[in-house]
């Protein structure tokens, strides 16, 4: 390796993880963060160990760095909250249409904020406004009738030389503000000026803001298209935020989070990766509305999300747009659940505990889910063994939590269209993974021995490629240039092959929610609402050329 590039790396890598430890309040790890935050082709002083497991974009070393146990402890004397200045709550026991606030005495910090107003209806549903104060009062009116209502400050923190202004509701935050005892906001060491914002990238990089306990909605907007972790009190609640898929161009800077937790009367929110934020958002949850559950999905790069996250005009076409499975799940829930889709590249079981498992200890609460994939990195990484070792960590920690665990063996890629002994399978044959088929092997007995919710993605998706067959696979659902015949990618997935794996990973937890299973402690997957079942046609060329249409029966993907 180029010594020039090996020691800039080097530098590189003890400059974030100071970050990491610094503003998370954990010690720091390794090259493991590293890994998911710079979205950059891989180079010379970043090439992982030759594996042909091994994903191409985010090398690992594994670390023995243990997990905090809890949040960081606040880095001033604990405040004391007139909650009347930030929330106020009325019922109406007769009914009304007209909900009206007095907000003259709230803390609005000197600005002209917005305020959320949520109303709970008669018939148990609910309707939030975002409103402007019109001499010290908020009123409006709705067209059902109200039995409760719920005000609360929104705080929208313009950062450094972010362009908002205080008239738009945002509390300017210069760059050179420190956070303090004295200060209700500001920065945690000597920030970098960006034209538009701040830089959080170096050690004590953090931005602090002052608020009650309580669970809040998030949103972040960043300046950069470059891939990043978001953390509020050392709990990571976004994660591969920004990076830019294959085959995924445009802009999509803003990123938003739901119910994160604010506990010892601040938020320290840090951001780690090369990026720059221009504004942070706080939306005090109301407390009239019950929370929704949350689906919260771990993994590597095939479960992640890619950025811009949306197609507006159409659908991607086949074998183009790199996607993670996770990030379509969404898609085939209804809308009474929340799905936070938590996958980060060149991860395995021991570098997700240590890196994110903080932000579901955090801000999960009982009667969510945890569903976790593991497998392909850790044949490289780790070993079934450890990989089994850390699944049960957090097993047991969700279930402390009365969380509920589910996992998910790795999918079938035409990369590994092998046998368990590594010998090649025919084009129609069940892909078995090859050198991965252990680790699969030691998910499925890990659900066995701790008798948790098991969805065998390994088992399923080589069901339906073998009948698809290879070809099939690797044009459609990996990425491919069609262009020029050729692959690009055969390990990870296009549109259309997560979108595929999403449906049948779906479909399986229907089943088995029809099928009224539980795990050992007598939960069901009945808390992952999901879309009805629909009917489709599908036509494919089979194992002796010809053209087969079926109906095909799965979860409705929601357009």
Not at 186 to 191: L, S, Y
Not at 255 to 279: L, N
Not at 355 to 371: H, L, S, T, V
């Amino acid at each position: 390796m180029n010594k020039k590039i090996k020691t800039l790396y080097t530098l590189a890598t003890l400059i974030t993880l100071s970050a990491f430890a610094a503003c998370t309040g954990k010690a720091a790890t390794n090259e493991a963060e590293i890994a998911g935050i710079t979205g950059e082709p891989i180079s010379e002083a970043t090439q992982a160990p030759s594996s042909e497991s091994a994903e191409t974009t985010a090398p690992i070393t594994p670390t023995d760095t243990p997990i905090p146990t809890d949040t960081p402890t606040p880095t001033v004397p604990a405040r004391e909250y007139d909650m009347s200045k930030y929330t106020k709550a009325a019922n109406y026991d007769n009914g009304t249409n007209i909900v009206s606030f007095d907000v003259s005495e709230m803390n609005t910090r000197g600005v002209n904020a917005d305020f959320r107003l949520t109303a709970r209806f008669t018939d148990k549903t609910y309707e939030e406004k975002i409103l402007k104060a019109e001499n010290g009062v908020v009123s409006t009116d709705f067209d059902k009738t109200v039995e409760a209502a719920e005000i609360s400050v929104i705080y929208k923190f313009s950062l450094g030389k972010d362009s908002h202004t205080e008239e738009e509701g945002y509390i300017k935050v210069p760059w050179t503000a420190k956070y303090d005892a004295s200060a209700s906001e500001g920065f945690e060491g000597n920030i970098d000026v960006d034209p538009k914002g701040v830089r959080l990238r170096s050690a004590d990089y953090c931005f602090v803001a002052a608020l009650p306990d309580g669970l809040y909605d998030v949103t972040v907007k960043k300046i950069e298209q470059a891939r990043s972790t978001l953390c509020i009190n050392g709990g990571a609640f976004g994660v591969n935020v920004g990076i830019v898929g294959t085959d995924r161009k445009g802009s999509d800077l803003l990123f938003s989070a739901q119910d994160i937790a604010v506990t010892g009367g601040e938020a320290r929110f840090s951001m780690i990766g090369d990026t720059s934020v221009s504004y942070i958002e706080f939306s005090r949850v109301p407390s009239i509305i019950e929370r929704k559950p949350h689906i919260y999905i771990a993994g590597d790069s095939t479960v992640a999300t890619y950025y811009p996250r949306e197609f507006t005009k159409q659908e991607p076409a086949a074998g183009t747009a790199q996607t993670g499975w996770g990030q379509l799940f969404s898609r085939y829930t209804t809308d009474d659940v929340i799905v936070d889709a938590l996958g980060a590249g060149g991860t395995y079981a021991k570098s997700w505990y240590e890196m994110y498992f903080q932000g579901i200890i955090n801000n999960a609460r009982p009667g969510d889910y945890f569903i976790i994939q593991e497998g392909i990195n850790d044949r490289t990484y780790s070993s079934v063994e450890e990989m089994k070792e850390y699944l049960s960590l957090m097993i047991d920690k969700c279930r402390e939590m009365d969380v509920v665990p589910v996992l998910v063996t790795s999918q079938q890629t035409a990369k590994f269209w092998k046998k368990a002994d590594g010998t090649d399978a025919g084009d129609f044959e069940a892909p078995e993974g090859s050198g991965l088929y252990p680790f699969a092997e030691g998910i499925r007995e890990l659900a066995k021995e701790k008798k948790v919710f098991l969805i065998d993605n390994a088992a399923i998706t080589s069901k339906w490629y073998s009948k698809v067959g290879r070809e099939y696979v690797e044009k459609t659902y990996h990425l491919y240039d069609t262009k020029n015949d050729k692959s690009v990618d055969s390990l990870h997935s296009a549109y259309a092959g997560s979108k595929k794996i999403s449906a049948l990973i779906a479909t399986e937890i229907g089943r088995k929610i029809e099928a009224k299973e539980t795990d050992g402690l007598g939960n069901t997957l009945s808390g992952i609402l999901l879309n009805p079942i629909t009917e489709y046609e599908f036509s494919y060329i089979n194992e002796t050329g010809e053209s087969v249409t079926e109906m095909i029966t799965e979860i409705k993907f929601r357009e």
